[in-house]
């Protein structure tokens, strides 16, 4: 393994072409191999240790890095002061325009029951959407490579690396799942290349370094074999090798060689230990629909925020008239304390939403049926619509 300072930090990358090619002046033609090689991740034998990183991950692996105690304290005193607001439903017109809008989208829906139809009742109701999100982060460590293209490294040598929990990286958004990744601080070794043993190449897989395959058109005999209009045999030279039997291979361009992937031909791979910080924001919710109309439903449209509360740690609402939210509030935020134990709290949020719905019943010919108009958004649910059609056909 060469060590920080023991190595060429400008070295020239391999080209194809630079030096004698492995065997191509002569031989058998060259049959397609059955793919590129596979190579496993380099050896740990030899690795620095680092201190603080004992349990860092080897190639390819990533270990968890327990959070540093303590979690967030459960609140303390009395809660915030909790406000609800109230939501105003749809009258009869709203819901006629909302399902004329509704077939207008659906190609197969005739469009004479949404204006014809005589609505009989609209019953307005609220849909309640309860969700707690609880923002915690992560950090998991592991050795990685990369091809070493030259320039200084941060290895052992200038000091010693940063506990995992103390490098500074901060969430591009709150309660937004994403991850960041980064190099461990004096962590760097430079070794040369595990896969192609420094050389740069490997021998071409397809013609085995040959340079040259069987062509594909003749099948190696260098002549095509065709009939003229009156059925009798014609021999031709293959127009595609010339009569060679071999062509040009696709894969090294006739060199024999190809780059080595590990190194991008530079001969020395840089590895490292990656910090891999993943910020998950793990969310639950409580829907109370009282309709037929599917609870999921709701999940997906928006409503009016009547309460909302962001905290490190939440207080479970406890004081809304719905019993159903409270108790739901209560079990949620239980179920969420202590839940992530590989992962360090940073924030939650609780938020109740009152999405409107309402059930229109109503008439056209002989049929008699409802529809819901739920979600600010005026969204339809009509699975009884009278006009509906399929395969093509049209409905006026």
């Known amino acids: 393994m060469a060590m920080p300072g023991s190595f060429d930090q400008s070295p020239q990358r391999w080209q194809p072409g630079g030096g004698p090619p492995p065997n191509q002046a002569s031989g058998p033609m ?6 590129p090689p596979q190579f496993g991740p380099p050896p740990m034998q030899g690795m620095p240790r680092i201190s603080g990183y004992e349990q860092v991950g080897g190639f390819g692996q990533m270990n968890f890095m327990p959070p540093p105690p303590p979690p967030p304290p459960p609140p303390q005193g009395k809660p915030p002061p909790m ?9 009869e017109e709203d819901c006629r325009n909302a399902m004329i809008q509704f077939v207008s989208e659906n190609c197969c829906y005739g469009s004479a029951p949404a204006k014809e139809m005589n609505i009989t009742n609209v019953i307005g109701l609220t849909a309640l959407h309860y969700t707690l999100e609880t923002f915690c982060e992560s950090r998991r460590t592991g050795y990685v490579h990369e091809p070493y293209r030259g320039g200084p490294v941060d290895g052992p040598q200038n000091g010693p690396a940063p506990p995992p929990w103390q490098m500074h990286c901060v969430a591009n958004t709150m309660f937004s799942t994403h991850e960041k990744k980064m190099e461990v601080p004096h962590t760097a070794t430079v070794m040369p290349c595990h896969a192609c043993d420094a050389r740069g190449y490997h021998v071409c897989w397809r013609c085995h370094g040959i340079g040259h395959t069987r062509c594909d058109n003749c099948n190696g005999s260098g002549q095509r074999h065709t009939q003229d ?9 293959c127009h595609h090798c010339h009569g060679d039997g071999r062509e040009r291979c696709h894969t090294c361009g006739g060199d024999g060689r190809i780059t ?33 109309m599917p609870d999921e439903l709701v999940r997906h449209v928006s409503g009016d925020i009547i309460f909302e509360q962001v905290l490190p740690q939440v207080w479970p609402i406890t004081a809304y008239p719905v019993p159903e939210i409270n108790d739901n509030s ?13 992962e360090r709290q940073l924030q939650q949020r609780q938020q109740l939403r009152a999405v409107p719905v ?7 010919n002989d049929v008699k049926t409802r529809f819901w108009v739920y979600g600010l958004e005026k969204k339809v649910e009509a699975p009884d619509y009278p006009q509906q059609c399929c395969w093509g056909c049209e409905i006026l």
């Open 83 to 91: 406000e609800f607001t109230n939501l105003a439903n749809l009258n």
């Open 358 to 364: 309402t059930e229109a019943h109503y008439e056209w």
């Open 330 to 342: 209560v079990r949620l935020v239980n179920q969420h304390k202590g839940a992530f134990p590989n």
């Open 229 to 237: 209009p009156h059925g009798n045999p014609i021999v031709q030279m």
């Open 260 to 292: 080595c992937d590990e190194c991008d031909g530079y001969r020395n791979i840089k590895s490292y230990i990656q910090l891999t910080v993943t910020f998950t924001n793990h969310k639950v919710d409580h829907i109370i629909e009282r309709s037929d």
């Open 30 to 35: 060259g049959n397609p191999g059955a793919g």
